[in-house]
């Protein structure tokens, strides 16, 4: 799929002192790309104020930079990205940590198949300049481009992107532009003013392809069968690029959506007394946990019954089932092993016995 535009919108909130930089609300798809600009002012040449970000969708935000025209102009934005969690009327809380004059709050978003951020730049000009460059930004193909400005003086809006950009909504003192584009190399954003301006200006580069999974902890050490019989092991499994569904009757969306996320992952053998008998057909969904949007653990219970013969190559496949956006299956990575046992271990007898109900005197 394409990256393409689809809607846009500004609230113009205030111009007296305030905290409420919340956008106005806005349709959005589960898994559409939503980028919010803040734009604020009277901090003064130093001003640290921040912003935090949150929706009503519960969207996993992520504010990747700030920028500020550092003079007398204080021309300051707020840029942060989300991935919309669902599908719904969306509105954007956006907070001062303290009060400022002159607040907007905007909103672009653009259909997509699920994206990164690969990029971002920024710039600025504490002066008035009829121009305006934004920061630089490498691009492949198809990539998309977004470039978010907060200027000081209305006269000078509209802001005229060049470098075959399109503004995707008119507003005054914060402005978006973006385009997608052909071929590879670096990109910096120009335009002009419509009388010079001091400005600051954020630019980000999405890469659009299917989300990744990397699996981590204790699990994917070195470990043998007596760890599966003993339990306790971790599979940390991180999502970039997609959220996890909400709880729902089980740790991640349905029962049935967290059993398809523990049948994914798959031995490439299948001895009788294997993992996929033994301790992926009798893991319990109440052994994974939503950790965070992105992260879920998995802590493998004790299964006695787990008997190899030698080494098993094990394989998670993340299902759409129990993801936001839900491109498509991702193969985790990497895959991890469990080692056989060697005959005659200490461990290895004390199984035996247990399995056994102890030694006949």
Same mark, same amino acid.
């Given at each position: 799929?394409?990256?393409? $535009?689809?809607?846009?919108?500004?609230?113009?909130?205030?111009?007296?002192?305030?905290?409420?930089?919340?956008?106005?609300?806005?349709?959005?798809?589960?898994?559409?790309?939503?980028?919010?600009?803040?734009?604020?002012?009277?901090?003064?040449?130093?001003? !640290?104020?921040?912003? %935090?970000?949150?929706?009503?969708l519960s969207s996993t935000w992520d504010t990747v930079r700030?920028?500020?025209?550092?003079?007398?102009?204080?021309?300051?934005?707020?840029?942060?990205?989300?991935?919309?969690?669902?599908?719904?009327?969306?509105?954007?809380?956006?907070?001062?940590? !303290?009060?400022?004059?002159?607040?907007r709050a905007q909103l672009t978003i653009y259909d997509t198949?699920?994206?990164? +951020?690969?990029?971002?730049?920024? #710039?600025?000009?504490?002066?008035? %300049?009829?121009?305006?460059?934004?920061?630089?930004?490498?691009?492949?193909?198809?990539?998309?481009?977004?470039?978010?400005?907060?200027?000081?003086?209305?006269?000078?809006?509209?802001?005229?992107?060049?470098?075959?950009?399109?503004?995707?909504t008119s507003g005054t003192l914060v402005h978006t532009f973006?385009?997608?584009?052909?071929?590879?190399?670096?990109?910096?954003?120009?335009?002009?003013?419509? %009388?010079? &301006?001091?400005? *600051?200006?954020?630019?980000?580069?999405?890469?659009?392809?299917? !989300?990744?999974? /990397?699996?981590?902890?204790? #699990?994917?050490?070195?470990?043998?069968?007596?760890? =599966?019989?003993?339990?306790?092991?971790?599979?940390?499994?991180?999502?970039?690029? &997609?959220?996890?569904? *909400? /709880?729902?009757?089980?740790?991640?969306?349905?029962?049935?959506?967290?059993? #398809?996320?523990?049948?994914? $992952?798959?031995?490439?053998? %299948?001895?009788?007394?294997?993992?996929?008998?033994?301790?992926?057909?009798?893991?319990?969904?109440?052994?994974?946990?939503?950790?965070?949007?992105?992260?879920?653990?998995?802590?493998? *219970?004790?299964?006695?019954?787990?008997?190899?013969?030698?080494?098993?190559? =094990?394989?998670?496949?993340?299902?759409? &089932?129990?993801?936001?956006?839900?491109?498509?299956?991702?193969? *985790?990575?990497?895959? $991890?092993?469990?080692?056989?046992?060697? /005959?005659?271990?200490?461990?290895? +007898?004390?199984?035996?016995?247990?399995?056994?109900?102890?030694?006949?005197?």
């Amino acid at each position: 799929m394409t990256i393409s $535009f689809s809607s846009a919108n500004t609230r113009n909130i205030s111009n007296v002192n305030g905290t409420d930089l919340n956008s106005n609300g806005v349709s959005v798809t589960a898994g559409q790309l939503v980028v919010y600009v803040g734009r604020w002012e009277a901090g003064g040449s130093s001003d !640290a104020a921040t912003v %935090s970000v949150s929706d009503n969708l519960s969207s996993t935000w992520d504010t990747v930079r700030y920028e500020r025209t550092a003079s007398s102009e204080d021309s300051n934005i707020a840029v942060s990205w989300a991935l919309a969690a669902s599908t719904g009327t969306m509105t954007v809380t956006g907070t001062l940590s !303290a009060g400022r004059e002159y607040r907007r709050a905007q909103l672009t978003i653009y259909d997509t198949s699920g994206v990164t +951020l690969a990029d971002n730049d920024i #710039a600025t000009s504490p002066t008035n %300049s009829s121009t305006w460059t934004g920061g630089s930004v490498d691009y492949t193909d198809g990539d998309l481009t977004v470039c978010c400005l907060g200027n000081y003086n209305s006269s000078s809006d509209p802001g005229v992107a060049s470098s075959g950009m399109t503004e995707g909504t008119s507003g005054t003192l914060v402005h978006t532009f973006y385009r997608v584009m052909s071929g590879s190399g670096t990109f910096s954003p120009v335009g002009d003013w419509a %009388s010079d &301006d001091s400005y *600051a200006v954020v630019s980000l580069l999405f890469t659009e392809g299917g !989300a990744t999974a /990397a699996i981590t902890g204790t #699990a994917t050490a070195t470990i043998n069968e007596d760890d =599966i019989v003993t339990g306790g092991k971790t599979l940390i499994i991180t999502i970039t690029g &997609d959220t996890w569904k *909400a /709880a729902g009757t089980g740790p991640i969306g349905s029962t049935a959506d967290t059993q #398809a996320l523990i049948d994914g $992952f798959d031995a490439a053998s %299948s001895p009788t007394n294997g993992w996929n008998n033994e301790v992926r057909d009798k893991a319990l969904t109440s052994e994974v946990v939503r950790t965070s949007d992105t992260v879920a653990t998995w802590t493998i *219970a004790a299964q006695s019954g787990y008997d190899i013969t030698s080494q098993e190559v =094990i394989t998670g496949t993340i299902p759409t &089932d129990v993801l936001v956006t839900g491109a498509g299956a991702i193969t *985790a990575t990497p895959t $991890f092993t469990i080692d056989q046992v060697a /005959a005659g271990s200490l461990l290895l +007898l004390n199984r035996s016995i247990a399995n056994y109900g102890g030694i006949r005197q």
